[in-house]
């Protein structure tokens, strides 16, 4: 018998103003098209996604990483079936955080990994780490 895994659900409406109120409370996004466009959100998504993700891991490893991150996407015609789509997603993280380098690889591997929205698109983000300074390639 396989274990049964765990299901996360999540909740958004947006009113008839298309202000975006999240199922968990908190502050709304109000409707500013041109400032938050849905791409924008998308992108914001995924750096808090894979920000997240790697803090989830460095704490369970007793650390308490200080991060930050930007994102970058391309929207246009896929080849594969001519509709728009992001086709280049990049992802610039900051990371300062106190451990040896095979440690830090490791939750970079374990964040990019456990990141469900980067999991869930169809172009797979492009993650570029600078870990106290120095980028990781």
């Not at 924008?40 to 007793?62: E, P, Y």
């Not at 939750?107 to 169809?122: H, P, Q, Y």
């Not at 492009?126 to 980028?135: D, I, K, L, P, Q």
Request: aromatic share 8%.
């Amino acid at each position: 018998m396989s274990a049964r895994a765990r299901v996360f659900t999540y909740d958004v409406s947006l009113d008839s103003a298309w202000i975006a109120s999240s199922g968990q409370g908190g502050s709304p996004i109000p409707n500013e098209e041109e400032a938050w466009t849905p791409e924008h959100l998308v992108l914001a998504g995924l750096s808090r996604c894979v920000l997240t993700s790697f803090r989830f891991h460095a704490r369970r490893a007793g650390l308490e990483p200080h991060s930050s991150a930007s994102a970058h996407g391309v929207v246009t015609r896929r080849e594969s079936d001519g509709r728009f789509a992001l086709v280049e997603v990049v992802v610039k993280i900051a990371v300062d955080l106190e451990s040896t380098p095979e440690r830090i690889r490791e939750l970079i591997a374990k964040g990019e990994r456990d990141c469900f929205v980067g999991a869930s698109l169809t172009v797979k983000p492009a993650y570029r780490w600078t870990v106290n300074g120095e980028e990781i390639l």
